[in-house]
Every structure is written in structure tokens, then in C-alpha cells.
């Protein structure tokens, strides 16, 4: 049996919260997915106690532990899960959601994967004890809020939020990228634009204006089965030229976007080894 299904957050942290995932797969071998560099920040809850390996370029990490908390990624990522099966229950932060329920400083989980312990100690052992107990995903999550809510009170928000927020709204939802124009708009100095979005989401403004405009052309590409028009995109979503369109494509994911738009791009069906050379190599 293999599953996915979203749920919406309750309306006190649709500000931190995008949605909450339930994924669950039985298998009788491993299956492998390609992560590309969205807008990706989340905790996850191993409901099963299998593990799953997630592989980069920099990073090899066994995930076996209880929860996870998952900082903005960088770089194309491959998760390897557990030949028998998966089964997980997450949190999709908004971009400023992990900051909100931590108040650490995000350039400490920027491009990483930490044991939610090394933050909450016994309290997040003591949630997913509580969430096992539940019979019900409707239960399970309600606990999750519970928890989140006390923690976004500790966590005064405050005018660097809203600045920031108004920042990613425009990133998100524009063609147009220019950090620059976003900084004057706010009449604040570029040292302290990069200052706020290194300690709030953990990268720079210009790597997370890449990173929206990546997904935003991936976005683009998955809509359109016909042959994209290439030197249009290049025009319409800012490229400097197709040379710079190709090498920022591949930094997030790993292929260049003809690849990508590839009808054969699914790697699940390769063994593991020859899939990881494929995406490594």
C-alpha cells in the first residue's frame, strides 16, 4: 500500500505551518527519490522506526532517529528509504515557520538535517510518544499543533517578520528576482537584508530568490507536455543568458532542464547504485 495525503494547518499557525504530510509506502525493495532545492523547510516524525538514507553531494546521513528537523536545502538531495516500507508524518514549515517555533539562528540548520532532539530535548520525545499513543491522524496532528502553538508563543514576532515575509511573498509569486529592488523598496541596506534572511531562513536573499525562481520555472515545466520554448524562459524568468539558465538549473537539481523535462526521468526504477552514479557521478 502506498499513500500520500496533505492536511491543512488550524487557523492560529496557517503562519507557520503550509500543511502537514502523512506518507506511508510498503515495498519489498528500497525506493529512491530525487529532492530537488525547493522552498523546503519541515520536521518529520518516523512513525515506523525504519530508516531512510538521505545522499548529496557534501552530506550521507541515516535517518533513524525519532524526528528530524530539516533547515532550507541547497543542493540537490536523493532520499533512499528502507526496503521495507516508509511511514511518516510531517510538518511543511512556511519559510519563516522554523525560526517562529525555534528562535534559533537559522544559518545553524541552513542545508541540514538535525536530530529534534539536539533542540527540545526529552519534550520532543515525550510528542512522539504522545503521537504513537493517538489512533486517529486527525489526533496525531492536533498533538503536533498543541505543541507548535506553545512554542510560536514563546517566539515574539516583530517588524524584521513582516519585512521578510513581504520579501518571500514577492520572490514566490513574481518572474522577477531583483533583490536589489526588494531592498529599496524596504529603504534597508544590503549588510542587514542578508543579516535578517541568514538568521531567519538560513541563506541569503539572492540564493533564496534562485531557489523560488528554480521552482517556479520547475513549476512552468511540469504544466507543459510540449517541447518548452527555451530562449523564452531564459527571457521570462530573468536568465542572464542560457548558459547562466542551464548551470543554475543543475545546481538545484542536478540535471540540466532538458533532462529534466524528460519524459524518462524517474531514477526509482534503476538499482540504487546505478541511480546515485546517474545523479552523482
Known amino acids: ?15 507557520i505551518v503550509e500543511f502537514y504530510w502523512r506518507s506511508r509506502s510498503y515495498l519489498k525493495r528500497s525506493l529512491i527519490q530525487e529532492m530537488y532545492t525547493p522552498t523546503f523547510q519541515a520536521m518529520t516524525f518516523n512513525l515506523s522506526g525504519q530508516y531512510e538514507d538521505i545522499v548529496s553531494e557534501g ?16 543542493s540537490k538531495r536523493v532520499s533512499i528509504s528502507n526496503p ?23 544559518r545553524h540548520v541552513s ?13 520532543i520525545d515525550l510528542l512522539y510518544e504522545e503521537i ?8 496525531r496532528i492536533n498533538a503536533i499543533e498543541h505543541f507548535l502553538k506553545r512554542k510560536k508563543a514563546r517566539q515574539s514576532s516583530s517588524e524584521k517578520i513582516y519585512l521578510l515575509s513581504s520579501s518571500i511573498r514577492q520572490m514566490e509569486a513574481k518572474r522577477s528576482y531583483d533583490v536589489s529592488r526588494l531592498r529599496q523598496d524596504h529603504f534597508i541596506t544590503k549588510k542587514t537584508f542578508e543579516r535578517y534572511f541568514l538568521n531567519y531562513i538560513g541563506v541569503t536573499p539572492k540564493q533564496y530568490a534562485n531557489i523560488c525562481r528554480f521552482n517556479n520555472v520547475c513549476m512552468y515545466l511540469d504544466r507543459i507536455s510540449k517541447q518548452p520554448d527555451w530562449q523564452d524562459i531564459v527571457v521570462e524568468f530573468g ?14 537539481s542536478g540535471k540540466t532542464p532538458v533532462e529534466y523535462h524528460s519524459p524518462s526521468r524517474n531514477v526509482s526504477a534503476s538499482p540504487p547504485e546505478a541511480s546515485l552514479q546517474q545523479l552523482f557521478g
Open 111 to 123: 542545508d541540514e538535517i538535525i536530530d529534534a532532539s539536539d533542540v527540545w530535548h526529552r519534550k
Open 84 to 106: 521495507s516500507g516508509i511511514d511518516i508524518l510531517g510538518v511543511k514549515f512556511t519559510p519563516l515557520g522554523l525560526y517562529r517555533i525555534t528562535g534559533i539562528d537559522m
Open 132 to 139: 504513537l499513543d493517538k489512533e486517529s491522524i486527525a489526533e
Open 59 to 74: 552530506m550521507s546521513l541515516r535517518m533513524d532517529k525519532n524526528c528530524y528537523l530539516i533547515g532550507q536545502p541547497l
Open 239 to 252: 536568465y542572464h543568458d542560457q548558459s547562466h539558465f542551464i548551470r543554475e538549473f543543475k545546481r538545484y
Open 1 to 15: 500500500m502506498n499513500f500520500f495525503n496533505t492536511y491543512r494547518p488550524c487557523e492560529e499557525l496557517e503562519d
